[in-house]
């Protein structure tokens, strides 16, 4: 069935240095990707998405990277801050789909 | 504040109660999609509404669970006669139209805890 991944449940990373989160996908016809960050106590909150048209898609600070030949995606962000700490998902949906398939979730902690 | 908003932000009741859940979707955002976290654990899709209708509810877990939808504006998530397991985090988000590539923006959900 479809299941979106991660493989990395939790991810530590110094402050000021970059971190990729990683998300494996099964549905081969998934065409719309989405990151979210969730904050303790808040609902997740929508960082950047991607099209299947695309390959790699930036925002400030954060980087998508869409591999559909094996299925992959990444979240890189650069110049990690304290904030940055959360639990980070990827999400996948196809055309006519409505609901959004999320993974488990990664917890990315910046150590100071 | 034009995010979604839910109500209330934190709800106890004992086991065998009826609960209702309140969502505020972002003004002019025609759908409207309910989910429910776990702890510790991703989101499960439990329903989605396109305007006053709501074309999947396949994600409801049994009869006990109901959600409407009125005005193209509020939504209520009903749970009858809770059970333990449905202790969890329950979130709202809404978007600017149904389709595939339109990204949800969720609310800060109710926490929902069975006594």
């Known amino acids: 069935g479809e299941s979106v991944g991660l493989h990395l449940p939790t991810l530590s990373v110094q402050e000021g240095d970059n971190s990729i989160i990683n998300c494996a996908y099964s549905?081969?016809?998934?065409?719309?990707f989405i990151w979210y960050k969730q904050e303790s106590g808040k609902g997740p909150q929508f960082i950047i998405d991607?099209?299947?048209?695309?390959d790699k898609r930036q925002g400030q600070r954060v980087t998508v990277l869409l591999n559909k030949t094996v299925k992959h995606l990444s979240l890189q962000i650069a110049a990690t801050q304290p904030g940055d700490s959360a639990v980070y998902f990827c999400?996948?949906?196809?055309?006519?789909?409505?609901?959004?398939?999320f993974g488990t979730g990664t917890r990315l902690t910046i150590i100071p | 504040g034009a995010g979604v908003s839910q109500s209330p932000s934190n709800k106890v009741t004992e086991k065998g109660k009826d609960v209702e859940l309140r969502c505020d979707p972002i003004?002019?955002?025609?759908?409207l999609y309910w989910y429910r976290q776990r702890l510790g654990q991703g989101l499960e899709f439990l329903i989605y509404?396109?305007?006053?209708?709501?074309?999947?509810k396949s994600g409801l877990p049994s009869d006990r669970f109901s959600a409407e939808r009125t005005g193209e504006s509020v939504s209520t998530l009903t749970i009858q006669r809770t059970q333990q397991e449905d202790s969890a985090v329950y979130l709202c988000?809404?978007?600017?139209?149904?389709?595939?590539?339109?990204?949800?923006?969720f609310g800060d959900g109710t926490r929902l805890s069975i006594l």
């Open positions: 549905n081969s016809a998934s065409d719309y």
């Open positions: 988000a809404s978007s600017s139209s149904t389709g595939w590539n339109q990204p949800q923006h």
């Open positions: 999400a996948e949906n196809y055309s006519g789909n409505e609901k959004l398939t």
């Open positions: 509404f396109q305007g006053n209708s709501a074309p999947d």
């Open positions: 991607i099209r299947s048209n695309m």
């Open positions: 003004s002019g955002h025609t759908a």
